[in-house]
């Protein structure tokens, strides 16, 4: 593969990211396992208004810098905005970390009852930290065209 040249791996993980990152906007976050054995959905990203909010914005941008980099015009991409792509997914990762964390700790109290139910995490954060984890690699694997000064080729030097 010559120097400048797309990897193959940057687009399908673009794509990828932008399905999984839908599905975290669908999915449930977290779910509680009753006492006969069944879930029930608890909480969707949209439960918490301000939590709802910032993750859609965070995944939109990044799905904006993303589409920019990989997909958009040689001009406007830049390394700055894939910097920028890389700090916001590893802000994202460390966040859900978070979320997932106390997901696992935390004692779901059902009004009434005299115990603790216990909360799993739902398939919607599995797809947000897929989503990211797609994203982040979409911008690591994109090599941007490399310029090279009038009167060099590539061919000479493989020649020698």
Known sequence: ??????????????????????????????EVELIDGTTASVATIFSE??????????????LTMVAVVVFGPPRQRSRSLRTAGFVLTGIS?????AIAYLVDIYPYRVKGYSFDLRLTMGWGLFAAFGAWCAL???LLHYSPAVRRPPGTSTEGAAAE
């Open 136 to 138: 982040g690699i979409a």
């Open 1 to 30: 593969m010559s120097t400048g040249q797309k990897p193959f791996l940057a687009r399908p993980m673009a794509v990828l990211g932008a399905a999984l990152g839908l599905a975290s906007l669908i999915g449930d976050w977290a």
């Open 49 to 62: 208004s301000l939590c709802g909010i910032t993750y859609t914005l965070a995944l939109a941008a990044m």
């Open 93 to 97: 990762l460390v966040v859900l970390a």
